[in-house]
Each structure stands twice: as C-alpha cells, then as structure tokens.
Nanobody, 119 residues
C-alpha cells in the first residue's frame, strides 16, 4: 500500500526554521520525482519545491528561493524541506507528492502537515 506521511510541522515565530519530512513506502521511491506543495486558506495550491532522481536537480517557486531547501535520501525513502527565515505568508498546509516520469503517470499524495508562522 502506497503511503506518504509528512511530519515536522508546527508553530514558529517569523524568522524561525522548520524541517519537514515525508516518509514514503509502497513504491520505488528512487524512480519518482518528489514535490512539496502548500495550500493556504483562500489561496490556490502552490508548488513550492521539487527534486528529481537520480540526478537530484531542484526547482523552487520564487518566493522561497534562498530560504527553503529540498533534499532527498533515497536510502531512507524520505524527502525533506528545510525552511529558514520563515514569514507569516508561508503559513499553509504542506503536502508531499510523488510523481513518475513521462512513461509512468502515477501520482501519490500525502495528507499534509500544518505550518503556522505567527508572532
């Protein structure tokens, strides 16, 4: 059974840091690109960061460049999102997603973890 389980969310002050983790099981993790999305109330779901495999190339939405870092450990079937210099506008539910290549159309989604940035 496919599972993506996020952890590491919570309440932090502006300028603080959090590291999110997404533990994957039930599929061949190294064959999938991994992505972090976020969704805040009243806003569209937004792709925040992506990381490919096996090369590990990354992409970020402009608003988080220089502050967030996506990484993966294929040996642990886990993708991470290190979030530094957090801002109130980063408040959202952060969701992990796995997606195959052009020859594999499968997508798997986690349930999300809440990140709240507030003073």
């Amino acid at each position: 059974q496919v599972q993506l389980v996020e952890s590491g969310g919570g309440l932090v002050q502006p300028g603080g840091s959090l590291r999110l983790s997404c533990a994957a099981s039930g599929f061949t993790f190294s064959n999938y690109a991994m992505h972090w999305y976020r969704q805040a109330p009243g806003k569209e779901r937004e792709l925040v960061a992506s990381i490919a495999s096996p090369d590990g190339s990354t992409n970020y939405v402009d608003s988080v460049k220089g502050r967030f870092t996506i990484s993966r450990d294929n040996g642990k079937n886990t993708v991470y999102l290190q979030m530094n210099s957090l801002k109130p506008e980063d408040t959202a539910v952060y969701v992990c997603m796995a997606r195959g290549d052009v020859l594999n159309r499968r997508e798997f989604w986690g349930q999300g973890t809440q990140v709240t940035v507030s003073s």
